[in-house]
Nanobody
Framework: VQLQASGGGLVQPGGSLRLSCTGS??????VGWFRQAPGQEREFVAA????????YYGDSVKGRFTISRDNAKNTVYLQMNSLRPEDTAVYYC???????????????????WGKGTQVTVSS
């Protein structure tokens, strides 16, 4: 599956952005979002199973970010609210997440990755 993340940009602290992950067969996969800041390891952000009924979040974004999906549009969304400068990173979506939060948080468990989209939070 080919994935494409979009929706990044420059936003002020406290602002919001919505990222999209699209692909022709995204509806067939469990999908995760990760982010990577310069000089840092790739960090788990959120994941959602195919049906959308179960979601997982990284501790640093819990309560601020929401992952959702529209399978009819083959799109997974990441709504990011109350953004902070430390949220600045390149955000990636990945497909074929393994079951359960513990495994879904591990980037090396994913088979498919899209090109990232830059999110910059700065005043």
């Amino acid at each position: 599956v080919q994935l494409q993340a979009s929706g990044g940009g420059l936003v002020q602290p406290g602002g919001s952005l919505r990222l999209s992950c699209t692909g022709s067969t995204v509806s067939s996969y469990d999908v995760g979002w990760f982010r990577q800041a310069p000089g840092q390891e790739r960090e788990f952000v959120a994941a959602i199973i195919r049906s959308g009924s179960t979601t997982y979040y990284g501790d640093s974004v819990k309560g601020r970010f929401t992952i959702s999906r529209d399978n009819a549009k083959n799109t997974v969304y990441l709504q990011m609210n109350s953004l902070r400068p430390e949220d600045t990173a390149v955000y990636y979506c990945a497909a074929d997440a393994p079951p359960g939060r513990a495994l879904a948080a591990l980037p090396n468990m994913y088979d498919y990755w899209g090109k990232g989209t830059q999110v910059t939070v700065s005043s």
